[in-house]
T-cell receptor, first 115, second 112 residues
């Protein structure tokens, strides 16, 4: 399975600022996914990042707040913009196996605290 | 729509106790089913999976059987260890497409 490097692993940010999270995969993958895990809750899909096209956002998430880049088949970034304390969460990137049968591989996550 | 319902926690067990974490799903067709584990301060790791009815996934002493008749995928371990303390997530995915559904997670604490 793929190996994912995600950074930063954690950060404490001031409200109103932005943070860009990077996700690097050791193999080429068609789709990369960004999830949010709010404190004590399960994972919520933010968006699907396709190389060469706009990311597809889930209901409740918008590009202005969570812009995503996908410049090539091994790399993606998620930016959390104009942060507020409600954005304090763990953000995870993920890639799928060849099909849904193979499950997802997750990065180790970015633990974001907004103060 | 597709969904996963997972036993609420937290669960606290003594070392060597038997563990069951219930998971049921709602889905059309034949999804694949997964258990993920999240150790403190870490990301999610795939624990085990099953891709068709009656399949049994197993890993590190954990087992789960895909029961289509009861739409369940309960996680079991015969003798838990302190190192099993983590949050466990049940999940399903379609065999085609990319949507992946997670349960709410069950926190397990094993005490010596």
């Amino acid at each position: 399975s793929a190996v994912i490097s995600q950074k930063p692993s954690r950060d404490i940010c001031q409200r109103g600022t932005s943070l860009t999270i990077q996700c690097q995969v050791d193999s080429q993958v068609t789709m990369m996914f960004w999830y949010r895990q709010q404190p004590g809750q399960s994972l919520t899909l933010i968006a699907t990042a396709n190389q060469g096209s706009e990311a597809t956002y889930e209901s409740g998430f918008v590009i202005d707040k969570f812009p995503i880049s996908r410049p090539n088949l091994t790399f993606s970034t998620l930016t959390v913009s104009n942060m507020s304390p409600e954005d304090s969460s763990i953000y995870l990137c993920s890639v799928a196996g060849r099909t849904g049968n193979y499950g997802y591989t997750f990065g180790s996550g970015t633990r974001l605290t907004v103060v | 729509g597709d969904s996963v319902t997972q036993m609420e926690g937290p669960v606290t067990l003594s070392e060597e106790a038997f563990l069951t974490i219930n998971c049921t799903y709602t889905a059309t067709g034949y999804p694949s089913l997964f258990w993920y584990v999240q150790y403190p301060g870490e990301g999610l790791q795939l624990l085990l999976k099953a891709t068709k009815a009656d399949d049994k996934g197993s890993n590190k002493g954990f087992e789960a059987t895909y029961r289509k008749e009861t739409t369940s995928f309960h996680l079991e371990k015969g003798s838990v260890q302190v190192s099993d303390s983590a949050v466990y997530f049940c999940a399903l995915s379609r065999n085609t497409g990319n949507q992946f559904y997670f349960g709410t997670g069950t926190s397990l604490t094993v005490i010596p």
